[in-house]
RNA sequence: GUGGACGUAGCUCAGUGGUAGAGCCCCGGGUUGUGAUCCCGGCUGUCGUGGGUUCGAUCCCCAUCGUCCACCCCA
């Protein structure tokens, strides 16, 4: 009989790995509402139109890597490469945009059909923070404020934050066509990823890593010298913020992303500490975006944070604060001794709320009892045997401490004297 | 999508053209009611899957699936 494989791509999270991801998510949702973001849950699947609306039709994402399928009802419908549009998608359905402004944050899964490497999955998990209606350069430097503060919560140090502005669309279609012209002169010396890219996305030539290709890169023009004069004000003015925000960055001329609908602002955190995957949090400005999908003009701005790159940063870091152990464990041997251990534990849980109460369920003698007592990590084991259960009181015996010895204490009152006991602890 | 490496016990890995082993983990005993140490014993494998070569394949060949790494792309 053959086993039932896992989709290739898509991980089990075991609980072994569980910390790092609930100190993540907790941290976030924490800090998230400290900024005064709120939360918003939206579908997994939408109709395929609409990403290919917003992310653009010739992006790589939209091209080859949309789980894209039709449904009973003959919709076309696509499970979600990125939150953004779903959740833009959400505010126009809902009517939250006029004349209001939001921060929303969201958290779930996203998939894209790519082959899976080091940080990059089908199935991945991001938070998603975007900020709708507020168009200067002081909501960019809040978000990335927010970002750096999450770093620094999470004990995560490997990580640099690159800046840049994209114009907007107007004068990037302008710079674009500068570009183009210049790398067709030069056709000669493209390589065959930069020819692909010069008909599709040609600001992505500049992001080759390709060494022959530097010296045509080099000689290219920049888009930072063809900024409208609105957009490099706005760029100027973010810059000056963080700066004064004490949060170091650096402006590279070159970072573009991979997303249509990116105007002015972008941004990207990344990392020397995950391979090629480099990228652990980036987003930027989609002023253009909402129109495009129909809603009234709004400014906004947003990012992912990949949460198993995030995870791993946390991992390697070794900042996740340890799963809790066990508080008390109940060793309780024979089938009377377990029904009373039974009831006493679920008094011990009414009388100690948030206390770690474990009973030893499914038998054993005392030595195996006592060896699942020591792997909880349980500071104290709360015996009940035949011979205690016919006098109607337990053993305490505590388990980190050797020197320590057991007492015997009246059933009765050991919800009591286990509070005392793990108090003192 | 392209290229490379690798799939042997739950985990980490060794191994041979004659159907497999170690350590860890787990379980039991030494202690007829007391853990983490120690000693003794025990458990599990379609050797990723399918086909081919061979008297015989876990080993050689092909295919396939999966994992990892890089490109590409991106969180």
Same mark, same amino acid.
Request: proline residues 5%; contains cysteine.
């Given at each position: ?7 290739r791509g ?13 100190? &993540? ?26 990403? +290919? ?10 091209? +080859?890597e ?7 009802? +003959? ?21 939250? &945009? ?7 944050? *969201? ?5 894209r059909h790519e082959k899976p490497q080091?940080?990059r999955f089908r ?6 923070? !975007? ?10 430097? !809040? /978000? ?5 503060? *999450?770093?620094?919560? &999470? ?23 500068? *570009? ?22 040609? /600001? ?33 003015? /973010? %810059? ?33 500490? #995950? ?5 652990? %949090? ?30 791993? #940063? ?15 464990? *109940? ?20 009388? /100690? ?34 011979? !205690? ?21 009246? &059933? ?14």
């Open positions: 009989m053959s086993q039932i494989q896992p989709i898509m991980n089990d999270v075991l609980p072994a790995q569980i910390a790092s991801w609930q100190w &993540l998510e907790a941290t976030a949702r924490e800090l998230l509402a400290a900024y005064g973001y709120e939360e918003i849950r939206v579908p997994v699947v939408e109709q395929t139109q609409l990403f +290919k609306r917003a992310i653009g039709e010739f992006t790589d994402v939209v091209e +080859k949309m789980y894209s399928f039709v449904d009973q009802g +003959k919709e076309q419908l696509t499970l979600r490469p990125e939150a953004t549009a779903g959740i833009v998608r959400a505010a126009i359905s809902n009517g939250l &945009l006029r004349g209001a402004r939001h921060r929303l944050w *969201l958290t779930g899964p996203m998939f080091k940080g199935q991945f998990h991001q938070i998603d923070v !975007e900020a709708i209606g507020f168009d200067g350069p002081d909501i960019d430097a !809040e /978000l990335i404020a927010l970002s750096a503060r *999450l770093w620094k919560r &999470l004990g995560i140090g490997r990580v640099s934050l690159n800046i840049n502005s994209l114009g907007t669309s107007e004068s990037r279609r302008e710079y674009r066509e500068l *570009l183009v012209a210049y790398f067709r002169a030069h056709h000669a010396k493209l390589d065959e990823d930069s020819r692909r890219r010069l008909e599709g996305n040609p /600001l992505r030539i500049l992001d080759s890593k390709n060494p022959e290709m530097q010296a045509i890169v080099a000689g290219a023009p920049l888009l930072t010298d063809h900024l409208d004069p609105e957009s490099r004000a706005h760029f100027a003015e /973010l %810059c000056a913020m963080l700066r004064d925000l004490d949060i170091p960055f650096t402006i590279n001329p070159r970072l573009v992303r991979g997303l249509d609908y990116y105007s002015r602002t972008v941004f990207e955190w990344i990392t020397d500490a #995950l391979g090629s995957q480099d990228a652990v %949090c980036s987003g930027g400005r989609y002023d253009g975006l909402i129109t495009q999908l129909g809603g009234d003009a709004t400014p906004a701005i947003g990012f992912a944070l990949g949460i198993e790159r995030v995870v791993a #940063l946390i991992e390697q870091a070794g900042t996740a604060p340890p799963s809790r152990a066990a508080d008390v464990y *109940l060793v309780a041997v024979g089938e009377a001794p377990l029904r009373a251990a039974l009831k006493l534990a679920e008094a011990l849980r009414e009388a /100690l709320p948030g206390r770690r109460i474990e009973l030893n369920v499914g038998g054993g003698n005392f030595k195996a009892q006592f060896r699942r007592a020591d792997r909880s990590g349980a500071q104290l084991a709360v015996v009940l045997g035949a011979d !205690e259960l016919a006098r109607g009181v337990a053993q305490l015996k505590p388990l980190r401490d050797a020197a320590a010895a057991q007492s015997e204490v009246a &059933l009765a009152a050991v919800p009591s004297e286990v509070g005392v006991w793990l108090a003192r602890a």
